[in-house]
């Protein structure tokens, strides 16, 4: 089912998302570089870049971007976003998985939960096996996450989300081994309905799947606030590996 290609490329996504703003994004992005070598970083690639959020902070802060993703919606609103913003920014539309390039990157990014829609876990691998490609020896890779456990602890069944003539309902469980998500959206007299379905890697198994392909464990935080990870209350996994 890839339900990520007509959920991440309607107009109803960054409704959802909007709490995901750039404070957010600034606080990650200030985490990671404080605690990578940015002497070495000049060229980063943004895996799943989004509506641009992050890709447009980092250009900003005078690095060479290039953020790929499949949404032609999303990297419409990142292109308007960089354009606003003065920057430039290569923007690629692919799936991550067939993305193809001659570059070697200083820096890799994957954030906000952006493996782990296939069925298959080889899929899932292979993206982070094809950052490791991608990246230039001693070059860095992040990884944003949700933890597991903290989720099977916290997860909200449901939750009801009322703004500008705008209904959104979200019915949240857990099956197997995914933790799926059914939204509901009102909004000017229509209702659509959208399905997300996520992986749920444990901390042990994103390690273990980091290590195998090569990469260095460098750091690993709970928060954008860079608190220790801690299994049972970190809502974030968020990883700092090296090539």
Known sequence: MEWYKSWFNSEEYLKVYRHRDNKDAEALIELFLNNIDTDRV?????????????AVILAQKGFTVTAVDLSDNLLSVAKSS??????NIDFIQSDIRDFKTDKKFDLILNLFTSIGYFEQDEENYF???????????????VLDYFNKEYVEA?????TVDEFDNTRIVQNRFISGERVIKEIT???NGKTNKFVESVRMFSYDELIGALKKIGFKI???????KGSKFKLESSPRIIIIASK
């Open 42 to 54: 000049k060229n980063l690639l943004d895996m799943a870049c989004g509506a641009g959020r992050h």
């Open 82 to 87: 960089a354009a606003d913003s003065g920057v």
């Open 127 to 141: 993206i982070l096996k094809k950052a490791y490609d991608l990246l230039a020896g001693g070059g860095f890779f």
């Open 154 to 158: 916290n997860l909200e069944p449901q």
């Open 185 to 187: 959206i009102d909004s």
């Open 218 to 224: 460098k750091n690993v935080f709970g928060d954008f």
